[in-house]
């Protein structure tokens, strides 16, 4: 397991763990056999996405829902990027898939 998804301090039930159902092992282990992906986000330039912090979880491969939460500020850059996890919990680390939305003012 990537040790970035690592999460027996808090035993899954914050940040990241929650998101990846890391509680149901206490954080110790993990618990998704099929492949996920993930989502992280950030701001203004493709340097700034926080890849320590998912936004979504997705079980399949497709569209991704985006929760309205997230707040998308008028005239900037928001980049999403998604990365794919092995059922072993192995994170792919390249940048190909990242998108960025331009909200207009």
């Known amino acids: 397991m990537d040790s970035n998804l690592f999460n027996s301090l808090t035993e899954g039930d914050f940040g990241n ?3 990846l159902c890391q509680s149901l092992l206490e954080g ?3 618990v ?3 492949d996920c ?5 950030g701001g203004d330039t493709i340097d700034n996405i926080d890849y320590d912090s998912i936004v979504v979880v997705a079980d399949m491969a497709g569209d991704f ?4 939460s997230l707040g998308h500020v008028s005239g900037s850059d928001i980049f999403y990027a998604v990365r794919r996890i092995s059922g072993t919990g192995r994170q792919e680390l390249g940048t190909l898939s990242i ?3 331009r909200v207009a003012d």
Do not use: H, K, N, P
């Open 17 to 19: 763990g929650v998101l």
């Open 37 to 41: 992906y993930t989502i992280y986000r």
């Open 65 to 68: 829902e985006v929760t309205d």
């Open 99 to 101: 998108v960025r939305l």
């Open 32 to 34: 998704r056999r099929q």
């Open 28 to 30: 110790d282990f993990w």
